[in-house]
């Protein structure tokens, strides 16, 4: 295009069209369609031109984050997990991972981490093959990756504070930082009260944002939550939900395998449904209809 020299800003960022990622163009009569996961923090450049008296937007994206190219996954004991599945997601997006139980999510979660390599198929992760990571490698690629589970699995003999330090020691941050960084997170998430106290007690949800805490102390580009609802009332659940909100317009990717179709519903983000080992639908209309 003749254009690619246009400047363009949003959000006090500027850019030109060169580097715009997979450029799109609508003419501005389907502006209102763009689905929500297309919109907000997911939109890197939006500007306008005048051509034959119509206005169009170019909408430049964010790169991939993750990438599964026709993945299968087959155990040893004879059962296949994942077939043939592809799917992408964005740097910057929320997307919830619905589907019944031994759909595949956890799975797809394990590949994500690099807990296991596919059968076939490439799971790629900022444009690395994670089957190809040498084994030094593979501690890099999870600390980037803050991971939050549905039984917490903190350390019951630590307190709050040192149970979100420890992801930071092991990184190999020196104290004063971790001083420094630990009760500004434990802040964030409520629990600046409470950072003396072991898990045991703690309630339910407590014990879920110091989960949350911990995986983000250390500002991986990546959360990813497996059914982190899945023992909190309706209550609790929606204030963790509005934690991963919060994370996720602070430009972190944010993915949440989950059954609550009520909070999948309510929030209208891009759902990724998983059955019968592969993806069936996509799009952010209410889970009930996928």
């Not at 740097?91 to 999510?105: H, N, P, Q, R, W």
């Not at 072991?198 to 309630?203: E, G, T």
Request: hydrophobic residues 40%; positive net charge.
């Amino acid at each position: 295009m003749k254009d690619s020299g246009m400047r363009c800003s949003t959000a006090g960022m500027i850019g030109s069209i060169d580097n715009v990622s997979r450029p799109l163009f609508l003419d501005v009569k389907h502006y209102m369609e763009i689905p929500p996961f297309l919109g907000g923090r997911f939109l890197q450049v939006l500007c306008h031109k005048m051509s034959n008296r119509k206005i169009y937007f170019l909408l430049g994206v964010h790169a991939e984050m993750i990438k599964l190219d026709n993945v299968s996954m087959a155990y040893d004991n004879g059962v296949t997990a994942l077939s043939n599945v592809s799917l992408n997601i964005a740097k910057g997006e929320f997307v919830f991972l619905v589907g019944t139980s031994g759909a595949g999510k956890t799975t797809l979660i394990k590949l994500i981490y690099r807990e296991e390599c596919p059968t076939t198929g490439q799971v790629l992760f900022d444009s690395k093959n994670t089957a190809r990571l040498k084994g030094k490698e593979i501690p890099m690629l999870r600390r980037r990756i803050g991971m939050v589970f549905q039984d917490f699995r903190l350390l019951s003999q630590k307190t709050v504070n040192e149970n979100v330090a420890f992801t930071l020691k092991i990184a190999g941050i020196r104290q004063k930082e971790i001083r420094k960084t630990v009760p500004s997170v434990l802040k964030r998430v409520g629990l600046e009260h409470k950072a003396d106290m072991i898990p045991a007690r703690l309630s339910g949800g407590e014990q879920q944002k110091v989960c949350i805490a911990r995986a983000i102390v250390n500002r991986p580009p990546l959360i990813i939550a497996d059914e982190p609802t899945g023992n909190l009332d309706p209550a609790t659940s929606w204030e963790i939900m509005k934690l991963f909100i919060d994370i996720n317009r602070r430009g972190t990717t944010v993915l949440v395998a989950t059954h609550a179709w009520d909070i999948v519903n309510q929030m209208k983000r891009r759902i990724i449904s998983l059955s019968g080992r592969g993806v069936i639908r996509e799009g952010v209309r209410e889970a009930s209809a996928l």
